[in-house]
């Protein structure tokens, strides 16, 4: 855990934070990873931009994507970093095993891809709308805007850390 946080005496306030309940802390290190390094940041980060321009943010909540490397990881990672990228792009013309609701999730992130790049706004005609300032929560069974809040990623610890 002391490489995942700047001042390694502050390990054991991390690790309180992030329990592990059983034998696999691997999703335990995934939860620290993501918030740490991505979730807080970000959240942080839409704040400040939202002052001067509309923000809209996402987060990709498939668990079940297409893996971007045929080795898998020794333990469930969620939906790891970059992994909503089967769904935006052809990598390397590798075959794309997706479910018909994965394949409907890929059309809607690339209506509202294509639709920000066209006006800066991701929301068309045939999108869920996502509002200003929202994080749109991306998955098979939903594309809905999600009101987590920032002490779910346990961003009070991350934002007070040096």
């Given amino acids: 855990m002391a490489d995942f946080v700047p001042d390694p005496a502050q390990a054991p306030v991390v690790a309180r934070a992030y329990p592990v309940t059983g034998t696999d802390g691997g999703p335990v290190l ?8 991505y979730s807080c940041p ?3 980060t839409g704040v400040l931009l939202a002052d001067r321009v509309p923000v809209w943010r996402y987060e990709f909540a498939d668990e079940n994507a297409p893996p971007l490397t045929p080795m898998p990881a020794p333990f469930p990672l969620g939906a790891p970093h ?19 609701a994965q394949h409907r999730l890929a059309d809607t992130m690339l209506d509202y891809w294509s639709g920000f790049a066209r006006t800066g706004n991701p929301n068309t005609p045939n999108t869920p709308p996502w509002p200003p300032g929202s994080v749109q929560s991306l998955a098979p069974d939903h594309t809905v805007p999600t009101n987590t809040p920032p002490a779910a990623h346990h961003c009070p610890l991350w934002n007070t850390l040096p």
């Fill in 30 to 37: 995934g939860a620290v990873i993501g918030d740490s390094n």
């Fill in 42 to 44: 970000t959240l942080r």
């Fill in 82 to 100: 970059a992994s909503e990228l089967t769904y935006l792009f052809d990598l390397g013309g590798r075959p794309r095993a997706m479910t018909p």
